[in-house]
């Protein structure tokens, strides 16, 4: 197992409204409904976070945006990569989407300016220049670990080419967490292209994932390994152990219930008939395997 990375962290004014995340994220019909079975719980760990200025303007370290006791998976994905590089992170808050009440402006415009997007996360490093998409930041990351930590790029080309394809499928657009996101009618699923004809298909590409990543891991398991690809851990191993939250959340000694995550998690297990069919013990036992070898559990979310 590896030691846990040093978190270098400040704390501002900052709560995240369990309704806020319900209002953007969930279909509004379940709202009101699971508005009711919403607890208290005390956040999975106390981390302070600097603001997003304090980001931008500090010109030392690795910077990366969450939102607190949240887990957002892109965000968590990222983290995940940097605990498997021991890449010591600075958290900062990542501005909520919408308006804010007091200013009137869009909470997110400083991020824009800053990035020309407003997704979760943005990583920061020393000097250089912001990265918001995945396949950059695991770049940045590969090359700023540690020495002696896994690589997660592999120097085979035949297997980088199964790392990228199945990450691209996995995370990249059309792809697992696009289609999940546009299961329903939602501002986040608005802001992913939602229309009742792309929900309607979502489905069956969801399935056809799962299943290729199922086949794949059977394929592996045949030669003797436990992992996506090769015989070692990659990034993909990674970001799917990460992303299968959004179909099948792992247990509170992985992923602690919190007061903040309540909604997100329900949302989670907000899937289609034919999504549930398809999640397969083997995917579980790798998502599980993963995690528990590799990244930091329990999660410290946001």
């Known amino acids: 197992r590896h030691k846990p990375c040093k978190v270098v962290l400040h704390r501002p004014d900052f709560t995240v409204s369990p309704a806020w995340i319900m209002a953007e994220t969930l279909p509004h019909r379940r709202v009101a409904a699971l508005s009711r079975h919403?607890?208290?719980?005390?956040?999975?760990?106390?981390?302070?976070?600097?603001?997003l200025e304090a980001a931008v303007s500090t010109k030392k370290g690795t910077r990366v945006t969450f939102i607190p006791g949240v887990p957002a998976l892109?965000?968590?994905?990222?983290?995940?990569?940097?605990?498997?590089?021991?890449?010591?992170?600075?958290?900062?808050?990542?501005?909520?989407?919408?308006?804010d009440k007091k200013t009137g402006k869009d909470r997110q415009e400083y991020l824009y300016s800053v990035t020309s997007q407003s997704s979760i996360p943005t990583m920061l490093h020393d000097e250089e220049r912001p990265r918001n998409v995945?396949?950059?930041?695991l770049a940045l990351a590969?090359?700023?670990?540690?020495?002696?930590?896994?690589?997660?790029?592999?120097?085979?080309?035949?297997?980088?080419?199964?790392?990228?394809?199945?990450?691209?499928?996995?995370?990249?657009?059309?792809?697992?967490?696009?289609?999940?996101?546009?299961?329903?009618?939602?501002?986040?699923?608005?802001k992913y292209g939602y229309s009742a004809e792309a929900s309607a298909a979502?489905?069956?590409?969801?399935?056809?994932?799962?299943?290729?990543?199922?086949?794949?891991?059977?394929l592996q398991e045949g030669g003797g390994s436990k992992f996506l690809v090769g015989t070692s851990l990659t990034a993909?191993?990674?970001?799917?152990?990460?992303?299968s939250y959004m179909v099948a959340p792992p247990g509170p000694e992985i992923l602690p219930r919190t007061r903040q995550n309540a909604a997100l998690l329900q949302m989670f297990d907000f899937?289609?008939?034919?999504?549930?069919?398809?999640i397969t013990p083997r995917l579980l036992a790798h998502r599980d395997f993963v995690l528990k070898t590799y990244c930091e559990v329990p999660a410290v979310q946001g």
């Open 271 to 278: 899937n289609p008939q034919e999504v549930t069919a398809a």
């Open 38 to 51: 919403l607890q208290a719980a005390p956040v999975a760990a106390s981390v302070d976070f600097i603001s």
């Open 142 to 190: 590969e090359r700023i670990g540690a020495p002696g930590t896994p690589k997660l790029i592999p120097d085979d080309m035949e297997e980088r080419s199964q790392v990228f394809g199945l990450c691209a499928l996995i995370l990249g657009e059309d792809g697992f967490a696009w289609n999940k996101r546009i299961l329903a009618d939602s501002p986040l699923g608005r």
């Open 74 to 99: 892109f965000a968590e994905a990222l983290k995940n990569i940097c605990y498997v590089k021991r890449i010591p992170l600075i958290r900062a808050l990542h501005p909520l989407m919408g308006v």
């Open 134 to 137: 995945w396949i950059e930041q």
């Open 202 to 218: 979502a489905p069956g590409k969801i399935v056809q994932i799962l299943k290729l990543l199922d086949k794949q891991l059977a």
């Open 236 to 243: 993909v191993d990674v970001y799917w152990a990460t992303m």
